[in-house]
């Protein structure tokens, strides 16, 4: 089972950036596509990003496109999620998590050993 820890979230204005990290344990993490998603306050959880265990494909949902760009360093075990000019509507809780497979259109059933989640809040 591998554990995940996400870090790098705050408080920022609107039209700043953050970069979110995702450390992995266990020695396989390069086996895994990685994922990214946000749950704002009394919403779903939805897929932002996701990526490759090699880090050749990624997938973004259409609401970040363009804003932000996930990426991994597998000798590090960290996954990581590079957002820029955020938004107000950007704000929720983001969590990594990982899946054994990568969809075109990623499915949150696909994806497993969830970390605890980091806060992003976005002012206007």
């Known amino acids: 089972q591998v554990q995940l820890v996400e870090s790098g979230g705050g408080l920022v204005q609107a039209g700043d950036s953050l970069r979110l990290s995702c450390a992995a344990s266990?020695?396989?993490?390069?086996?895994?596509?990685m994922g990214w998603f946000r749950q704002a306050s009394g919403k779903e959880r939805e897929f932002v990003a996701a990526?490759?265990?090699?880090?050749?494909?990624?997938r973004y949902a259409d609401s970040v496109k363009g804003r932000f760009t996930i990426s991994r360093d597998n000798a590090k075990n960290t996954v990581y999620l590079q957002m820029n000019s955020l938004k107000p509507e950007d704000t929720a809780v983001y969590y990594c998590?990982?899946?054994?497979?990568?969809?075109?259109?990623?499915?949150?059933?696909?994806?497993?050993?969830w970390g605890q989640g980091t806060q992003v809040t976005v002012s206007s």
């Open positions: 998590a990982t899946s054994g497979i990568l969809r075109v259109v990623p499915l949150i059933s696909d994806f497993g050993s």
């Open positions: 266990g020695r396989t993490f390069s086996n895994y596509a």
């Open positions: 990526i490759s265990g090699r880090g050749v494909v990624s």
